[in-house]
């Protein structure tokens, strides 16, 4: 049974930092591009960080220089560490896992993260 499992998320104070963890299990987690989605209400799913199977990373633009994605393949665990976190990050926070090659993809079930005072 295909599993992401995502934990991490919470309340927290603008400046400070979270780090959210997705854990996957069902999948040959090393061959799947790994993606973090966010999404607010009204508003599509926006595309926060990839990274690939070879470790090359990708970024919006409006977490450059903030947000750090990562994986672990010997643990199929991927994390999203997030610092100087921002009221505009307030998001429930998805993780997602593709393959290049045929287009397969999972999603975790999402979790919140609050950014506010």
């Known amino acids: 049974q295909v599993q992401l499992v995502e934990s991490g998320g919470g309340l927290v104070q603008p400046g400070g930092s979270l780090r959210l963890s997705c854990a996957a299990s069902g999948f040959t987690f090393s061959s799947y591009v790994i993606r973090w989605f966010r999404q607010t209400p009204g508003k599509e799913r926006e595309l926060v960080a990839a990274?690939?199977?070879?470790?090359?990373?990708n970024y919006a633009d409006s977490v450059k220089g903030r947000f750090t994605i990562s994986r672990d393949d010997n643990k199929n665990t991927m994390y999203l560490q997030m610092n100087n976190l921002k009221p505009e990050d307030t998001a429930v926070y998805y993780c997602n896992a593709v393959r290049s090659n045929n287009g397969v993809y999972y999603w975790g079930q999402g979790t919140q993260v609050t950014v506010s005072s």
């Open positions: 990274i690939t199977t070879y470790g090359s990373t």
